[in-house]
Nanobody, 124 residues
Framework: VQLQASGGGLVQTGGSLRLSCAAS????????IGWFRQAPGLEREGISC???????YYADSVMGRFTMSSDNAKNTVYLQMNNLNPEDTAVYYC???????????????????WGQGTLVTVSS
């Protein structure tokens, strides 16, 4: 199982980015998938997660601005990030678990596989 995150970069406040997480060795349909981020000096936090039966989680800080989607043909999950602000600056990670996660979907300890992270920097 491998995850490859990409799409990070430098963007101005109010701008948008789309992150991608390409998977190999498994199909997303059967897994719980999460996007996490870690800002400097802070713990890694779950921001957008979905399980195999469609339960979703969005952190309050990104609700209404970030949207998670998938392309099953490409075995890729996306995180569309709009109206970015400097507080969104962080390294973003995608993660996967073969288990059907529900109540603990936003916790990193629930996930077994991690991508390498992609840096998002939002300038003011």
């Amino acid at each position: 199982v491998q995850l490859q995150a990409s799409g990070g970069g430098l963007v101005q406040t109010g701008g948008s980015l789309r992150l991608s997480c390409a998977a190999s060795g498994f199909t997303f349909d059967d897994y719980s998938i999460g996007w996490f981020r870690q800002a400097p000096g802070l713990e890694r936090e779950g921001i957008s997660c979905v399980n195999g039966i469609g339960d979703t989680y969005y952190a309050d800080s990104v609700m209404g601005r970030f949207t998670m989607s998938s392309d099953n043909a490409k075995n890729t999950v996306y995180l569309q990030m709009n109206n970015l602000n400097p507080e969104d600056t962080a390294v973003y990670y995608c993660a996967a678990s073969s288990r059907l996660i529900s109540s603990t979907i936003r916790y990193e300890s629930s996930y077994d596989y991690w991508g390498q992270g992609t840096l998002v920097t939002v300038s003011s």
